[in-house]
Nanobody, 114 residues
Framework: VQLVESGGGSGQPGGSLRLSCVAS????????MGWYRQAPGKERELVAE??????TAYADSAKGRFTISRDNETTINLYIESLNPEDTAVYFC??????????WGQGTEVTVSS
């Protein structure tokens, strides 16, 4: 099973970025997929997630500027607008299988600076 993130990179304050994650391999039914981030010196935290049924949930810090979407059962995106330096972090894709197994991607780095 592999989760591959893409779309990270450098952005300027006020700009936007779109991250994508594609899951591949053999696995049972996906219960949810989501995005986490880990800023330098901080713990990994949830940003947003989308369930099998299409319900979305956001961390309080992500409401208003982050949008999670799902292209299909195995591909999700995260759109970040109005970037600010506090968004600098490694963003990880996460997949939770219905039997409880959890998979992580390697992460994609986002750096916001002027």
């Amino acid at each position: 099973v592999q989760l591959v993130e893409s779309g990270g990179g450098s952005g300027q304050p006020g700009g936007s970025l779109r991250l994508s994650c594609v899951a591949s391999g053999r696995f049972f039914i996906i219960n949810s997929m989501g995005w986490y981030r880990q800023a330098p010196g901080k713990e990994r935290e949830l940003v947003a997630e989308v369930t099998r049924g299409g319900n979305t949930a956001y961390a309080d810090s992500a409401k208003g500027r982050f949008t999670i979407s799902r292209d299909n059962e195995t591909t999700i995106n995260l759109y970040i607008e109005s970037l600010n330096p506090e968004d600098t972090a490694v963003y990880f894709c996460n997949m939770v299988i219905i039997n409880g197994l959890i998979y992580w991607g390697q992460g994609t780095e986002v750096t916001v600076s002027s």
